[in-house]
């Protein structure tokens, strides 16, 4: 069960109808791999109406914007994300992040299509980032996150592999970080694996443990390259907003 103070905030911005996805480590709870932290990370719909309800939504949490960049259209479609804390009693100290853009994932439309609905103690819905998505969200530089995207992976298995579809077979396949699973999954759907380009799928095949391990080292260590590159023009962007807004 998630705390009153996050509750209030997503029971606030489903109140105004802000087009939102919950992501990050909140909506790892919501799959079954908790984490608790005190942030709660949105991606949003980066639409003027879209953000005006957003808008809304922040002044009912009595939220004010902290550091930089400020809440504006421009720096969300840059894809920085925007920061704010909370003040309303019911959710004092909280703080809520909101992106339009990360590397990997798809545009939010597209992203909408694939969410889930999870519904709060008092029956109030809950968009959140599918679990594809969620996991491709997580593929960062940060140690943290790596950890939680073998833990949502080994979580939906879990969950569905008595009766799973072909979606969830393939998205096992693509994304599984756990030796053991990938050899079951070879072994249980060889049709689905036969083509498979993945190295660590292909190292299961022959349950070559070294292998498995080595290829999801390179996967790992490619995809956290890939975001220090994306980051860097970003990180200078910031760096630069933080100058101006001190010599303000």
């Not at 309800?53 to 949490?61: D, G, H, V």
């Not at 909370?86 to 990997?104: F, I, K, L, T, Y």
């Not at 997580?138 to 298995?157: E, G, S």
């Not at 083509?195 to 390179?218: C, E, M």
Request: aromatic share 6%; with cysteine; hydrophobic share 45%.
């Amino acid at each position: 069960m998630l705390p009153n103070q996050i509750c209030k905030v997503l029971s606030t911005i489903q109140k105004h109808q802000v087009r939102a996805l919950l992501m990050g480590g909140q909506a790892c709870v919501v799959y079954g791999s908790a984490i608790f932290s005190r942030d709660i990370d949105f991606a949003i719909l980066a639409e003027q109406s879209n953000l005006s309800r957003l808008q809304t939504a922040l002044q009912e949490l009595q939220a004010e914007v902290i550091a930089v960049p400020p809440f504006e259209l421009q720096y969300l479609d840059e894809g920085l994300a925007v920061h704010f804390r909370c003040r309303h009693p019911e959710a004092d100290d909280m703080r809520v992040d909101v992106m339009s853009r990360m590397r990997g994932v798809a545009e939010f439309e597209e992203v909408w299509n694939r969410r889930t609905t999870a519904e709060l103690a008092d029956g109030t819905p809950v968009e959140v980032m599918g679990i594809s998505d969620l996991v491709q969200a997580k593929k960062t530089q940060r140690d943290k996150d790596w950890p939680m995207v073998t833990r949502l992976v080994d979580w939906n298995y879990k969950v569905n592999f008595q009766t799973p579809t072909l979606r969830q077979i393939e998205f096992w396949l693509a994304e599984s970080r756990t030796p053991e699973v990938l050899i079951a999954l070879v072994e249980r759907f060889p049709a689905e694996s036969r083509d498979a380009t993945r190295p660590a799928v292909i190292a299961a095949k022959s349950a070559n443990h070294p292998a498995i391990i080595a290829a999801l080292r390179s996967e790992e260590d490619a995809e956290r390259e890939a975001d220090r590159v994306y980051w860097a023009p970003l990180r200078a962007r910031l760096e630069r907003l933080r100058r101006a807004h001190r010599q303000k």
